[in-house]
C-alpha cells in the first residue's frame, strides 16, 4: 500500500488539532523537565549534576524521539499511531511519582550521587520525553501534503510547539510549584496527555485500552502509594510547595526541623532548651564586641528560616529587620516555630535588592541565606558585599553564615572577598571536629574584639560561644575574588553538597525518604 493510500484511509484530523497537539505535547515537554527538579530534590538537591542529569537526558530523550517519530511517520503515517503514543506517554507521566517513590530509595544507595541522579533521572524521564519528542516530526508529516510546503509546514509545527513549551515553563514556575506539589502537577500533565490521546482518536476500542491501562496505573500508585510502618522516629508536621522549593516540618523526638527540598534548615526544641550552636554564637556578637556598644542598636536579618536568630536578637534588645525571599518560609516559622515578630519588621524580597531599594544603616548585619543546600552565591560577590557595607555603621558588624568544610575553597574565596572590603575579617568555626560545620564570618571597620566576660549570657550561650572562639580558622591565603561576572563558590561547594546531603539522609533515616518524598 502507497504512502497516499495510507493518508486516504486515515481519518482526517483537523489540522487546528494537530497544531493544539504539538503546542500541548510541547507544554508538557517543559513541565515535566523543571518538575523533575522537585522529584529528585528530596535525595540528590538541585544543585548543577541535577540540573545537568536533567537536562542532558532531556536532550537526548528529545533528539532521539525526533529521529524515531520521523522514520515511523514516514512508514506508518496514521492519526492512531500519534495518539498511542500520545496515551503512553501521559500513563508514563501518570505513573513518575510512584515510580520515584519505589525507586529513589533504592538508587541513593550508590556511594556517589552523580551516577545517580543520571540514573534517576534516565529511568523516570527518558521514557515520556522520548514519547512526546517522537510527537512533533509526526504531526509534520501529517500536515505536509506536497513537498513544496514541507519548510512553512515544519516551521509552523515547531513555532506552535515551542511556544507551548514557552507557556509551560511561565505556567510550571509562576503557577504550577508555587501553589501545587509534584504528584499533582504530574497527575495533572498525564491526565491532559491521556485526555488529548482519547479525544484525538475517539474509537471504542481505543478507549476502552485506554481506560484500562489508566486504571492499572492508578491501582498501582495506590498500592504504591502506602506508607510502610517502618517510620517511627520522624512525624511529617507539615508540607507545602513553594517557588523555591518543597517545605516540609518535621518532628523527630523532642526536635523539629524546618526542611527545604529534604535539606534541615533549621532545628529547634519543643521545650526551647536548646538552640543551634551557630545561632548563639551570632546572637552574642553584638554583645561579644567592645566597639558595638551604642544603644538602641538595629540589625538585619537576611535569610528568616524558622525564626530563631531574629527572635534572639530582638530579645537582646536589637531592633531587628528581616528579609526573607520567600513568604511561605515564614508561615512555616509563625505556624511551627512560635516566630512572632511584628509583620512591619519583615521584609519578603531579596536580600540584595532590599539593599538597593533601602537607606537604612545597622550596627549589625548577618547574611544566613541557604535554599536547601544551595548558597545565595548572588548575595556574596564583592559587588552585593560591597552594597551590604555601605548600610553598615562605622563599628558596624557583618556575619555571615556559611555551612562548609573548614578548609573548603568556598571558604577561601569567601575570607578573601571580604579582605578586599574589609580592614578587620575573622572567621570561626565551632572546634568539635565534625567535618561539615557551621563557618561563620565576622568583617568590620573596625577591630573585632570578641571578650564574653562581660557579657550576660546563659550557661548553653557561652560553652557554645568558647567552641567557636576556640576553632577560629586562619587565613586561608585564597587569591579568588568572588564577582558578578565571576563567581565560582557554587561549584567549589559541590563535594559539601554531597557531603550535606548523605549526612542529611543519615539523619532521616533511609526508611524515612519514600514518604518524605511529596
Known amino acids: 500500500?502507497?504512502?497516499?493510500?495510507?493518508?486516504?484511509?486515515?481519518?482526517?484530523?483537523?489540522?487546528?488539532?494537530?497544531?493544539?497537539?504539538?503546542?500541548?505535547?510541547?507544554?508538557?515537554?517543559?513541565?515535566?523537565?523543571?518538575m523533575g527538579t522537585r522529584i529528585l530534590a528530596p535525595y540528590f538537591g538541585s544543585g548543577i549534576y541535577t540540573w545537568s542529569a536533567l537536562i542532558a537526558i532531556t536532550l537526548a530523550a528529545l533528539a532521539l524521539g525526533y529521529?524515531?517519530?520521523?522514520?515511523?511517520?514516514?512508514?506508518?503515517?496514521?492519526?492512531?499511531?500519534?495518539?498511542?503514543?500520545?496515551?503512553?506517554?501521559?500513563?508514563?507521566?501518570?505513573?513518575t511519582p510512584m515510580l520515584a517513590r519505589l525507586l529513589l530509595p533504592l538508587i541513593i544507595?550508590?556511594?556517589?550521587?552523580?551516577?545517580?541522579?543520571?540514573?534517576?533521572?534516565?529511568?523516570?524521564?527518558?521514557?515520556?520525553?522520548?514519547?512526546?519528542?517522537?510527537m512533533g516530526p509526526f504531526v509534520i508529516r501529517l500536515l505536509t501534503h506536497n513537498r513544496e510546503s514541507s519548510g512553512s509546514t515544519s516551521g509552523l509545527v515547531f513555532a506552535v510547539s515551542t511556544v507551548g513549551s514557552l507557556l509551560g515553563a511561565l505556567a510550571t514556575g509562576f503557577i504550577l510549584i508555587p501553589n501545587f506539589g509534584a504528584q499533582v502537577i504530574f497527575m495533572f500533565c498525564g491526565g491532559v496527555l491521556l485526555a488529548l490521546a482519547?479525544?484525538?482518536n475517539f474509537r471504542p476500542k481505543f478507549i476502552s485500552y485506554a481506560i484500562i491501562l489508566t486504571l492499572t496505573v492508578l491501582l498501582f500508585m495506590v498500592l504504591g502509594g502506602k506508607k510502610s510502618d517502618a517510620k517511627v522516629t520522624i512525624e511529617l508536621l507539615d508540607q507545602t510547595p513553594s517557588?523555591?522549593?518543597?517545605?516540609?516540618?518535621?518532628?523527630k523526638y523532642d526536635e523539629k526541623s524546618l526542611l527545604v527540598d529534604g535539606i534541615g534548615q533549621n532545628y529547634v526544641f519543643d521545650n526551647d532548651s536548646y538552640t543551634t550552636q551557630y545561632v548563639n554564637f551570632i546572637a552574642a556578637l553584638p554583645k561579644l564586641a567592645e566597639s558595638s556598644t551604642s544603644a538602641n542598636q538595629k540589625a538585619v536579618v537576611i535569610g528568616l528560616g524558622a525564626g530563631q536568630l531574629p527572635m534572639l536578637l530582638q530579645r537582646n534588645g536589637l531592633h531587628v529587620d528581616i528579609v526573607e525571599i520567600d513568604p511561605k518560609v515564614g508561615e512555616m516559622a509563625a505556624k511551627h516555630f512560635g516566630f512572632n515578630l511584628p509583620a512591619d519588621q519583615i521584609h519578603y524580597m531579596d536580600g540584595r535588592l532590599y539593599f538597593l531599594h533601602h537607606n537604612d544603616t545597622y550596627e549589625f548585619i548577618v547574611i544566613d541565606a541557604f535554599s536547601a543546600e544551595q548558597i545565595a552565591a548572588h548575595l556574596l560577590s564583592v559587588e552585593a558585599l560591597a552594597e551590604a557595607k555601605t548600610h553598615l555603621t562605622e563599628t558596624g558588624l557583618l556575619a555571615i553564615n556559611v555551612t562548609?568544610?573548614?578548609t573548603g575553597k568556598d571558604i577561601a574565596a569567601l575570607q578573601h572577598t571580604l579582605q578586599t572590603l574589609f580592614p578587620h575579617v575573622r572567621s570561626f568555626t565551632p572546634d568539635n571536629g565534625a567535618e561539615l560545620t557551621s563557618i561563620v564570618f565576622v568583617a568590620s571597620r573596625a577591630p573585632i574584639h570578641?571578650?564574653?566576660?562581660?557579657?550576660?549570657?546563659?550557661?548553653?550561650?557561652?560553652?557554645?560561644?568558647?567552641?567557636?572562639?576556640?576553632?577560629?580558622?586562619?587565613?586561608?591565603?585564597?587569591?579568588?575574588?568572588?564577582?558578578?561576572?565571576?563567581?565560582?563558590?557554587?561549584?567549589?561547594?559541590?563535594?559539601?553538597?554531597?557531603?550535606?546531603?548523605?549526612?542529611?539522609?543519615?539523619?532521616?533515616?533511609?526508611?524515612?525518604?519514600?514518604?518524605?518524598?511529596?
Open 1 to 34: 500500500m502507497t504512502n497516499t493510500e495510507n493518508l486516504q484511509d486515515n481519518p482526517r484530523i483537523p489540522d487546528w488539532a494537530l497544531l493544539l497537539t504539538v503546542f500541548i505535547t510541547g507544554a508538557c515537554v517543559l513541565i515535566i523537565e523543571l
Open 450 to 518: 570578641l571578650s564574653a566576660t562581660d557579657a550576660a549570657l546563659g550557661a548553653s550561650q557561652l560553652a557554645d560561644i568558647e567552641l567557636f572562639i576556640s576553632g577560629e580558622l586562619p587565613d586561608l591565603q585564597s587569591t579568588v575574588l568572588l564577582t558578578d561576572d565571576f563567581n565560582p563558590i557554587s561549584y567549589y561547594r559541590k563535594r559539601v553538597q554531597l557531603l550535606w546531603r548523605k549526612e542529611m539522609i543519615g539523619y532521616l533515616g533511609r526508611e524515612n525518604l519514600e514518604w518524605l518524598l511529596f
Open 404 to 406: 562548609s568544610v573548614k
Open 109 to 134: 544507595q550508590i556511594p556517589d550521587i552523580r551516577p545517580g541522579v543520571l540514573i534517576s533521572s534516565c529511568i523516570l524521564f527518558f521514557p515520556s520525553l522520548f514519547l512526546l519528542g517522537a
Open 67 to 95: 529521529a524515531f517519530g520521523g522514520r515511523l511517520a514516514d512508514r506508518h503515517p496514521r492519526t492512531a499511531i500519534l495518539f498511542s503514543i500520545c496515551l503512553v506517554a501521559g500513563l508514563w507521566a501518570l505513573a
Open 198 to 200: 482519547i479525544l484525538g
Open 243 to 251: 517557588f523555591y522549593g518543597q517545605l516540609q516540618v518535621i518532628q
